[in-house]
Every structure is written in C-alpha cells, then in structure tokens.
DNA sequence: TGCAATCGTGCATAAACGTGCAATACCGGG
DNA sequence: CCCGGTATTGCACGTTTATGCACGATTGCA
C-alpha cells in the first residue's frame, strides 16, 4: 500500500517502549534486526529512554524502569501457571497465518494470551476475554461472535452465535470441554454450549483440547464429540501414561 | 468524477487526520506523493494539527497525540478518575429493567463499571472489555455484538455488527464520540463506526453522551448525528458555562 | 587472564526541517 | 472591471536530525 513502510524514529521509540512494558526487557541485537536498523541507532534510542526515566540500561538491553509485576498469589498461581505451561504447549500447534477458533475458558484464554505475535493469525472467539487477550497485538486479527453471553461459561452461546459460526472455516479449534474420555469422547454441561462446539469442530481442519488433570476424571451430561473429532490433546505432564496409551490408540497426538 | 480532483487545503488536512487515526501514524513523504503536493504543504499541514494539539509532531511525520504510555502516574490517574466520575454520573440515568446500547471506548468502560447490580439491565454492546465489566454481576444480562474487532477502537466494527444492531431495540444508548460540538452535534473519525453509531442511535429512545472535555474542543472528519439526536450530556463540572448554555439551548440536558 | 560481545565517541552523509521569497489563485470593495 | 489583501503553494537556502561506520574503551564470561 504506502510507499514507504518505514518507521518513524520517534514510532520506533514507542513500540521498543511498548515491547519493553510486554516483555519486561528488550535485547539491542533483536531491536536491531527487527527495526532492520543497526545497534547503534538502538542503543541511542535505548539511552534517551534511558535519559527520560521510561527505562533502565542494563549491558545488552534494556529492563523496565519499575518492578515488573508483584508475584501473584501462591495457591491461585499453581493453577494458573499450569493453564499458562498448557497454553504455551497449545500455542506452538499453531502455524502461520491459520484461522483458529477460539472458545470460551479460562484455560482458553491462557492459550489466547500464550499466542506469539507476528503470525498474521485471525482469531475467532465467543469470549470477551479472549478477544482482549489479543486485541492490539500485532498481527493479530480478531472476530467476535456476538450473542447473549452466559455469566457461567463467560461467553456467547445460542442460536444467533452459531449462525455466526458457521460463516467461518477455521484450520484450528480449540473448544473447552467438560470432561474427556479417552472412548466416547467430549463431554459438556449445557445443551447450547454443546451445539455451538459441533458447529465449531464441524468448521475447522482441526481440534485441539487443553485438558487440566480435573477433566480427566470428570464426567458431563452431554455428548458433544466423538473421539475421532478429536487431532490433538494437550494435558499436563505428570498425566498417567496408561490413560495416554489409551488415547494415542484411538489416533489423538498427545502433548506434555 | 469532477474534472477538478482537487483536494481543498482544509479537506486534506480532514484527510490527514483520518489515516492518522487509522494507522496510528502519517509519513510526510508519503502524503505528498498521495495528495500530490509538496513535503514542504504537508509540513505545513502537520506543523498546524500539532499546534490544535490534534497530532504529535515527529522527525519524519506524525503520531496520534495520545500519550503512549503512563509519563507519570498523577496524570493518566487524574483521567481515569475523572472518567470514573462521569461513569457514575452516567450510571445515575439508567432506570430499572432497562435495555441499554454502550459502544467501546475506555470512558464507556468506566461507565459499564459504575453501572448498579440488581436492576434487571440488558446491556447490548460490541466492546469485549464492557463485556468483562459487567459479566456475572448480578442483574445484568449481556448481549454481545459480533464483527470484526479494531483495535484502535477495541470494538466490532463492519456490516455483520450493524445488522445484529438493527435487530435491538434500546432504551437508551451510550455511542462514544470523538468530537462534539453544540451546533452540528457528534462526530468521529471513522467511517465504518459512523454508521454503527448512526444504527445505535436510531435504535434507541435516548442518547447519552459522556464528553471529557478534550472532545469538547476536538475536531472530527466524519459527521456522525445531528445535535437535535442527543437527550443528555455528561460533562465535568469545570466546564465552561456559556458552552453548555449553548448545549442547554439546543435541547439537551446537562448534567455535571 | 584472555576473548568476544557490547559500548561510547567522532565523523561523514543523507534525509528532513524551517524560513524567506516569489508566483498564483481567490475574494471583496471600489 | 479593476485592484489590493489574503491564502496557498513550490522553490532555494542554510540548519538540524538521524543514521551507519570506524576506532578504541569497557564489560561480562570462561
């Protein structure tokens, strides 16, 4: 489109900036092959940043003037470390340029925010918080299914939300799941929820679950998916290896 | 097609503020090329949004005059309380059961924050984050809004979420605005978030606007509704007084 | 200590900038 | 119709800013 792509000295202060707030650090030798400028217009962007008080030098680089982020809670962190390490897993499965569904769930929103940037990937998503996780980053485009969101599962559910849905093809699906069974397959709460998932494995190339140790054993009311729906599991690493077995027989590759 | 294709000063500098916004950044060289006039124009052009303080003037073109990021504590937190004031002042015109449209934007997002549980509302919106704001307090049913997201307004924009707004009706409607003025009335910067503000409007007995006063001495490209649309005005209480006279006299309530 | 990576400084070059000036177009009054 | 004022534009000039390279000093690591 414009001539020029080329960044502006001063916009390229503010995206190291921006990538310094995200990161909590910026590496010279990086900025420098990303901005396709040499280290030393880096390393005098970095120093009147520096000079501004917006970051700290270090040698290498640069870190964030302030503390980065307080540790979080200790209980609540285990979990939430575990869904980050499962999301981080999931997010590699993820290709260039691909068009994934995204569903709604806390796990889900861990991969959502797990995403690496400058993959020119469209995200396609019943939940607002997923659609936060990645609105704004870079190559980064996002759809949002609308429709009347239910408190429980923090998303869209509902007739006009599958009617959108099935608008899209998708080369990835991640739906949230209730239970998992290693034969009869995905298992949900809710009648609504169950529908819009089918319409959403239906639509894509591929599914992948992130399942948390709890939905192992768990059991739910409603059918939703057959086994054989299902291309890739996701699940923590201490899993037992029998029950693993039992899922790479029926043709699901698994990931620790 | 006129003979004459000429761009008008004035128009073009409307132009120039329009891709600003749009791409977060304009590059002198390439508006000459495009406009067909010299640097040595558009310089000028640009030198004159600065000192409107419509735009940041950078070696090389110009930025949105936003602060990127937090300078200084005091003042983004001087802007989110005020934004939380006018938020709860806002909140105050909503009655009981009532079905409301809130567009994106981070004033509207205090506004959803500051709205009361327990009063069977319906909020109909196209911004995840006034989704999150609300989802799950009690007394609150949610309606998302589907499309495409942008994310310099952190909404759905686009054809797919105007017709799922022509399907609503609302009590009252919350469009945000970029520009306000108490003759011609709302405006933006977008053309594609012209018409759904336009469709919410319509959709919607009343319309609330909540203007922090950098948009009260703003300027926009696009007009977006006639000042005769507005029933109320939410501003801060140190507004000039002729000013909102002339708000008054136009029909609209003020509320401080 | 030795070595490689990183850093700071000085310098040359190219791009962008501001200013002054002249040419042109537009507008209202005589 | 003419004429003076204003606005806009492009050009020439000297100035400022940004950049990359060369060189020597410094730092981190084994």
New interface residues.
């Given amino acids: 489109m414009?001539?020029?792509d080329?960044t502006?000295?001063?916009?390229r202060q503010?995206l190291i900036?921006?990538r310094l707030?995200r990161d909590g650090k910026v590496v010279a030798t990086d900025l420098a092959l990303e901005f396709k400028v040499s280290e030393d217009s880096i390393r005098r962007d970095l120093r009147d940043l520096a000079a501004q008080g917006?970051c700290r030098r270090v040698y290498g680089g640069a870190l964030l003037a302030q503390t980065p982020v307080a540790p979080l809670g200790e209980r609540h962190h285990e979990r939430a470390e575990l869904k980050r390490v499962l999301g981080r897993v999931a997010a590699s499965l993820v290709g260039e340029k691909q068009i994934i569904f995204i569903d709604a769930g806390s796990t889900n929103t861990a991969l959502a925010k797990a995403l690496p940037d400058h993959r020119s990937l469209t995200v396609v998503t019943?939940a607002?918080?997923v659609?936060?996780a990645v609105?704004?980053r870079p190559g980064?485009?996002?759809?949002?299914?609308?429709?009347?969101?239910d408190?429980r599962i923090?998303g869209?559910i509902g007739s006009?939300?599958i009617r959108?849905a099935q608008d899209i093809r998708a080369d990835l699906c991640f739906p949230g799941v209730c239970a998992l069974d290693p034969v009869s397959g995905l298992w949900t709460f809710d009648e609504e929820e169950t529908v819009l998932k089918q319409a959403m494995i239906e639509a894509s190339g591929e599914t992948v679950v992130i399942a948390t140790p709890d939905k192992l054993v768990a059991s739910a009311t409603h059918h939703t998916a057959p086994i054989t729906a299902l291309t890739h599991l996701v699940v923590a690493s201490d899993t037992d290896a029998s029950m693993l077995e039992r899922y790479r027989h029926a043709g699901v590759a698994v990931h620790l």
């Fill in positions: 414009s001539v020029t080329a502006l000295p001063r916009e503010g900036l921006e707030h917006l019943n607002p918080d659609a936060t609105l704004g980064f485009e996002v759809i949002l299914l609308g429709g009347r969101l408190p923090g869209a006009r939300t959108q």
